[in-house]
């Protein structure tokens, strides 16, 4: 039998959850709340195409497509980022040099581990926070510190306490309708985040892929555009805007960090596929994009509010929900005398409905009376049918 690494040990727990998710797709008896995944309705198919078609016909961009091309990303995607997407989050300066396209946040994460993470260093997370992020940290071996967090995101005297009790190395934030619980990062926790990470010169991963997706209230400027010493690193993201099969992300950071972060680009893959980048950046040069998100936002307001009169109307007494301002999840916590979740995703045959458990968010066995549920790819009917089969079926077993 062949050894595998420690890291890969570390990481099962949590590999095991995202494998469920996964497994259940493509199963049509099954409703799926568990992946992240944006509306099918809302995948730009036709202009992609049409991009495509235009990028190796008569825009002659076919063998730039085709060659190796820059690790840091194609310029025209870099300035997209830096003069549409950054000035949104309240960054106005941001220089193309630095940033750098990913193939995707995730890459942006495994980018950032790679720097700056060795064995045993302290990652202070959000508790909850996302699966896979906690996946990643664990795969670098990191010891993972939950902050606790309440409607307006972490306590920031918890994350000053838990600081000096461990001398954490680095900080995860999800600032915009935080995956899994929904909430967003207040505009007076940002400033203090930033401001810590200054004080104390630890990294801060600000990680915000879901901003975009905002159905109600203002956008709030970034953790990043209140950094002064370049302490945050932001990872974006075109899965959630756009189309995560594209796998087309960006980070943006100090120009060293950046420097840095090309080295373990060139060291991963050389650079993000050229194809998904062109088709992303041709599609806001194109004009396409803030009609295509406005579009999107409204299709995610009619779900939530399915999603919302659900809840209410099937799910047993005393559970626990806010509907967020904008993002992919519902978090649901369920009374104290409901089955646990992780245990119920064994019965998922018998209800119909596979959903994310809870506990897979947390690094201390929380979260066993919790569950995600994300409506991004189904419609209203869907939405409620299946709300209605999983609170059938939790009151059944109560
Ligand atoms: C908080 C967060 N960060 C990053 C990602 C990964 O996005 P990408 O598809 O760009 O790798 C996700 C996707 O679910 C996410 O929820």
Same mark, same amino acid.
């Given at each position: #039998?062949?050894?595998?690494?420690?890291?890969?040990?570390?990481?099962?727990?949590?590999?095991?959850? *995202?494998?469920? !998710?996964?497994?259940?797709?493509?199963?049509?008896?099954?409703?799926?709340?568990?992946?992240?995944?944006? !509306?099918?309705? *809302?995948?730009?198919?036709?202009?992609?195409?049409?991009?495509?078609?235009?990028?190796?016909?008569?825009?002659?961009?076919?063998?730039?497509?085709?060659?190796?091309?820059?690790?840091?990303?194609?310029?025209?995607?870099?300035?997209?980022?830096?003069?549409?997407?950054?000035?949104?989050?309240?960054?106005?300066?941001?220089?193309?040099?630095?940033?750098?396209? *990913?193939?995707? $946040?995730?890459?942006?994460?495994?980018?950032?581990?790679?720097?700056?993470?060795?064995? $045993?260093?302290?990652?202070?997370?959000?508790?909850?926070?996302?699966?896979?992020?906690?996946?990643?940290?664990?795969?670098?071996?990191?010891?993972?510190?939950?902050?606790?967090?309440?409607?307006?995101?972490?306590?920031?005297?918890?994350?000053?306490?838990?600081?000096?009790?461990? &001398?954490?190395?680095?900080?995860?934030?999800?600032?915009?309708?935080?995956?899994?619980?929904?909430?967003?990062?207040?505009?007076?926790?940002?400033?203090?985040?930033?401001?810590?990470?200054?004080?104390?010169?630890?990294?801060?991963?600000?990680?915000?892929?879901?901003?975009?997706?905002?159905?109600?209230?203002?956008?709030?400027?970034?953790?990043?555009?209140?950094?002064?010493?370049?302490?945050?690193?932001?990872?974006?993201?075109?899965?959630?805007?756009?189309?995560?099969?594209?796998?087309?992300?960006?980070?943006?950071?100090?120009?060293?960090?950046?420097?840095?972060?090309?080295?373990? %680009?060139?060291?991963?893959?050389?650079?993000?596929?050229?194809?998904?980048?062109?088709?992303?950046?041709?599609?806001?040069?194109?004009?396409?994009?803030?009609? &295509?998100?406005?579009?999107?936002?409204?299709?995610?307001?009619?779900?939530?509010?399915?999603?919302?009169?659900?809840?209410? %109307?099937?799910?047993?007494?005393?559970?626990?929900?806010?509907?967020?301002?904008? $993002?992919?999840?519902?978090?649901?916590?369920?009374?104290?005398?409901?089955?646990?979740?992780?245990?119920?995703?064994?019965?998922?045959?018998?209800? $119909?409905?596979?959903?994310?458990?809870?506990?897979?968010?947390?690094?201390?066995?929380?979260?066993?009376?919790?569950?995600?549920?994300?409506?991004?790819?189904?419609?209203?009917?869907?939405?409620?049918?299946?709300?209605?089969?999983?609170?059938?079926?939790?009151?059944?077993? #109560?």
């Amino acid at each position: #039998m062949m050894k595998y690494a420690e890291r890969m040990n570390t990481m099962a727990d949590f590999a095991n959850v *995202t494998r469920l !998710a996964y497994d259940a797709t493509g199963n049509a008896e099954i409703i799926n709340f568990a992946l992240g995944c944006p !509306a099918d309705e *809302t995948l730009p198919v036709e202009a992609a195409g049409e991009i495509l078609a235009d990028i190796f016909g008569k825009d002659k961009r076919g063998l730039e497509a085709l060659k190796y091309n820059n690790p840091r990303g194609i310029l025209q995607l870099r300035k997209i980022a830096a003069e549409i997407m950054l000035p949104k989050r309240g960054v106005m300066d941001a220089d193309p040099a630095n940033i750098l396209i *990913t193939t995707g $946040g995730l890459e942006t994460l495994n980018f950032v581990c790679q720097l700056f993470i060795n064995k $045993g260093d302290v990652v202070l997370i959000e508790s909850p926070t996302f699966m896979q992020a906690i996946q990643i940290f664990k795969m670098f071996e990191a010891e993972c510190i939950p902050v606790e967090c309440d409607e307006h995101g972490m306590i920031i005297e918890d994350l000053k306490a838990k600081y000096e009790q461990y &001398h954490a190395k680095m900080v995860y934030v999800i600032p915009s309708f935080q995956n899994p619980s929904g909430t967003t990062t207040s505009l007076e926790r940002r400033k203090a985040i930033a401001e810590f990470g200054s004080e104390h010169d630890i990294v801060i991963l600000e990680d915000d892929p879901y901003v975009e997706l905002r159905q109600r209230n203002e956008n709030l400027p970034s953790i990043k555009s209140f950094d002064k010493t370049g302490n945050v690193i932001f990872a974006d993201s075109f899965s959630k805007c756009v189309a995560p099969g594209l796998r087309v992300g960006y980070v943006y950071a100090d120009a060293e960090t950046i420097y840095r972060i090309y080295d373990a %680009k060139t060291a991963t893959n050389s650079h993000t596929s050229v194809i998904p980048q062109m088709i992303v950046a041709e599609y806001f040069a194109r004009g396409l994009y803030e009609e &295509h998100i406005e579009k999107a936002r409204e299709i995610y307001r009619v779900k939530f509010d399915a999603a919302t009169a659900a809840l209410e %109307k099937y799910m047993p007494e005393g559970t626990k929900f806010q509907r967020p301002d904008g $993002g992919l999840f519902y978090w649901v916590e369920l009374p104290e005398n409901a089955p646990d979740t992780t245990e119920m995703t064994k019965h998922v045959s018998e209800f $119909g409905v596979n959903y994310t458990p809870g506990a897979g968010f947390f690094v201390n066995g929380k979260g066993h009376n919790c569950m995600r549920l994300s409506f991004g790819s189904m419609s209203p009917e869907v939405i409620t049918q299946g709300i209605k089969q999983l609170g059938e079926y939790i009151k059944s077993k #109560m």
